[in-house]
């Protein structure tokens, strides 16, 4: 008998029965459905049936087992090939992780030692997509990251053939050989340098950590491993998410859309290991940890940071993007800003600057911490405020937001003396708005530069740092030209202008706190026109006269105010 | 057993001071489904230790509790048979992706040797689809045919496989008698035998 010949009331008395012969099997009887059919002949054999059936779905009841640490080790998935595309030799290897192979390679083409990163096959939900990533990330170019060659594909491998960097990474430097505070601290603004240029391609990395941090035979910080990055726009709606789970931005770890930031987030997370040794969430449990970043319900930032170290960290950690660095430039330029102040601060009793105890807690216990912690006590008040040396202006993430709305043709010039001058690069004088261009003097590196409405230009030209150098940008009718030291030193297309926002100085626009300006200007002159032509001698401090609407220098500043010594009123205010 | 240390009960209180805007217990929430997620992955490749291999509990597993954040992350839960409902649907669609992904066809796991051969319970030939999965397309049946059921069976398969519940606990949640969701629990497996055993005859 099937069950589309049953009745209703067959279909009742079979539940019936089947629930007393479970409530026997619990007690140890396995009852035939013979026995239990005595009264109902005609469904023996459905009964048996679906006792049958029970039996076999009995796997169904079994409780779970409890998570454990015991998984296997991951055994190593083979590369098919010793000798990828038959150009690339595989030599040694020398990292392996969940998600890819490192290897020592020779580019047997152009006869050079190569690193080649070859994904397991397993782990690329689509060779594709991976491949066009690769390829898109080849094109970032930047003396912070590490450079890609080539990519490819043998067989059921992709790969990617990059530059070889000896050295190690910063993972292995903290273990092996932990650098003095001050390095580490370099090391990390060059790697938010790079960060920077790659977010300007709306490359998030995504994956940010010591081990994708190297340390090349020039002591140079190099940012590596985009295989997993995924443009701006696109991730986190269909990614993987293969970076190690401690970096993670909270962001990250919910599955919402990434940006900048979310970087900003894992630097700040390598900031506090390299410095204390130690990741601020923990937890060995995946699920413990993801909770713990995500609700940021643990102080996370070690008290053995100096202060202005640890509000950058905090700031970065913050579970809330729009709290944290607004870009990595940013994040850059805290980090110069906090060396800077530390090497103006006066020495401690014992002849040694404050990283010097900074440098010692990460390597010694806790009792000697608490006896150098009081020697902490920072000589600034955080966020960083203009310090007035007498005559001059001094920037650490400061600005002067000027009255003057951004015109041309315009002569922007200024007296500088840069003690920090990121790759990234940093403004002069400034009147960007946030995603478009604005008009602006500024530097790159250490090349002399400008911004127009449609573009950026960089001279050959550069300014050194810690010396005085007097640069001026002549915004003209049908070209732009830069001065170092009043010689012409390039020249460039013009720009039009549209108001809307004012000149800044210290930074690129009045809404948008990036590329900051980190020391010195004694003075600044903003004039009508086109003030130079030739080249010429700059005057050691700037005079009024018909075509200046703004000069400001450090000897005339009242609190906040800083005075216009031209005729046109224009004062600013200290940021 | 008191009734505070049961998993409706404790459910039922997360979501009482989630509702009161709690994160830590809307965190605990998620951590409750990310566990059984866990539970079940292991469970899934439970005997097949040359494809447990792709299923480390690294990247795989964060990618699907990414998804299981997001997708629960927004959602004003009211109740523990809503919460149970909502997280079953999401771990179940990550079982089945896994699955086959892995498993498929196309997947990696598909021309792989597994170490366990297919048996009939009864020593048979006949290999009973209803069984333990045993072979790489069995997991992707098994999930699948649990989404082809009645809402209301399959919020029992929900309670009682894939949340681990007790009879006691799943039959407070639906507000029923613990008899008659044994009656319907074993009602359920007989429909999934049947559907599963009809999907191999196709």
């Known amino acids: ?575 | 057993m008191p009734q505070e240390s049961s998993t409706d009960t404790q459910i039922q209180n997360l979501i009482d001071v989630a509702l009161a805007g709690n994160a830590e217990a809307h965190a605990a929430l998620l951590d409750h489904a990310s566990d059984r997620l866990l539970r079940l992955t292991r469970k899934m490749f439970h005997g097949y230790p040359s494809l447990r291999r792709w299923e480390q509990t690294d990247d795989v597993y964060q990618n699907a509790m990414v998804r299981l954040h997001r997708a629960l992350a927004n959602v004003r839960v009211e109740s523990v048979r809503h919460f149970f409902n909502l997280a079953t649907v999401q771990i179940r669609r990550e079982l089945l992706d896994l699955a086959k992904h892995y498993f498929g066809p196309e997947g990696h796991g598909a021309n792989h040797h597994t170490d366990e051969i297919p048996s009939d319970d009864a020593g048979g030939t006949i290999y009973d689809r209803a069984g333990r999965p045993s072979d790489p397309l069995g997991w992707c049946d098994f999930h699948a045919a649990v989404e082809r059921l009645p809402e209301d069976e399959q919020e029992i398969v929900n309670l009682l496989f894939y949340e681990g519940l007790t009879h006691e606990e799943a039959s407070r949640v639906l507000d029923t008698s613990v008899r008659t969701l044994k009656r319907r629990w074993a009602s359920v497996k007989v429909k999934l035998h049947e559907a599963l055993n009809l999907d191999a005859q196709r």
């Open chain 1, 1 to 575: 008998m099937r069950r589309s010949t049953l009745t209703l009331k067959d279909e009742e008395i079979l539940g019936d029965l089947i629930q007393k012969w479970e409530e026997l099997r619990e007690m140890g009887q396995d009852t035939p459905a013979s026995e239990l059919c005595h009264a109902h002949p005609h469904l023996v054999q459905e009964l048996a049936r679906r006792i049958n059936i029970l039996n076999v779905t009995s796997w169904l009841d079994e409780p779970l087992e409890p998570v454990t640490n015991d998984d296997p080790p991951v055994p190593t998935t083979p590369v098919a090939s010793r000798t990828l595309a038959g150009r690339y030799r595989l030599d040694t290897l020398v990292a392996e992780g969940g998600f890819a192979q490192v290897w020592q390679g020779y580019d047997l083409e152009l006869q050079r030692v190569v690193a080649v990163k070859v994904p397991k096959p397993s782990r690329l939900l689509s060779a594709d997509a991976f491949m066009a990533e690769a390829r898109r990330v080849a094109r970032i170019k930047h003396p912070g990251v590490v450079q890609v060659f080539d990519v490819g594909r043998d067989g059921e491998h992709c790969f990617i053939v990059s530059e070889f960097v000896e050295g190690g990474s910063l993972g292995d430097h903290l273990v092996n050989n932990p650098p003095a505070p001050q390095q580490t601290i370099r090391w990390i603004a060059e790697i938010a340098d790079a960060l920077e240029h790659a977010h300007l391609y709306g490359v998030v990395h995504r994956d940010i950590k010591p081990a994708n941090i190297l340390i090349d035979s020039h002591n140079r910080a190099l940012l590596g491993d985009f295989g997993i990055a995924q443009s701006a726009n696109r991730a986190g709606k269909q990614a993987l998410s293969l970076g190690t789970l401690r970096y993670m931005a909270p962001e990250q770890l919910e599955g919402k859309d990434l940006d900048p930031r979310s970087d900003v987030f894992s630097l700040g997370v390598v900031l506090h290991e390299a410095l204390t040794g130690k990741v601020p969430y923990s937890s060995l449990q995946p699920n413990v940890l993801r909770r713990e970043i995500v609700t940021g319900v643990k102080q996370v930032v070690s008290p053995t940071m100096s202060d202005d170290i640890k509000r950058i960290c905090e700031k970065a950690l913050q579970r809330d993007p729009a709290k944290r660095q607004i870009s990595a430039a940013q994040f850059a330029s805290e980090l110069r800003a906090a060396l800077a102040s530390d090497a103006a601060a006066p020495a401690s009793t014992n002849g040694h600057k404050r990283w010097w105890w900074l440098g010692s807690l990460v390597l010694v216990a806790g009792a000697v911490a608490a006896f150098a912690m009081p020697r902490a006590k920072k000589v600034e008040s955080s966020p960083p405020v203009m310090k007035q040396t007498p005559g001059v202006f001094s920037f650490a993430g400061n600005y002067i937001e000027t009255p003057v709305d951004r015109f041309a043709p315009v002569t922007l010039e200024a007296w500088i003396n840069p003690t920090s001058l990121p790759p990234s690069g940093c403004f002069v004088i400034g009147s960007d708005i946030r995603g478009h261009n604005g008009v602006g003097l500024c530097l790159y590196g250490q090349q002399l530069a400008y911004e127009y409405l449609t573009g950026f230009e960089v001279s050959e030209s550069t300014v050194p740092l810690k010396e005085w150098t007097h640069v001026a940008a002549v915004f003209g009718e049908t070209e732009t030209r830069l001065y170092n030291n009043g010689k012409l030193v390039h020249t460039g297309p013009p720009t039009q202008s549209d108001g809307g926002t004012p000149f800044v100085v210290g930074r690129i626009g009045a809404t948008n706190p990036d590329l900051v300006f980190v020391g010195q200007m004694r003075c600044v002159r903003i004039s009508k026109g086109e003030r130079y032509r030739d080249d010429f001698t700059p005057a050691d401090s700037f005079t009024p006269d018909d075509s200046a609407v703004l000069i400001y220098d450090g000897k005339h500043v009242d609190g906040n105010r800083v005075i216009d010594l031209s005729s046109g009123g224009n004062d600013g205010t200290l940021r």
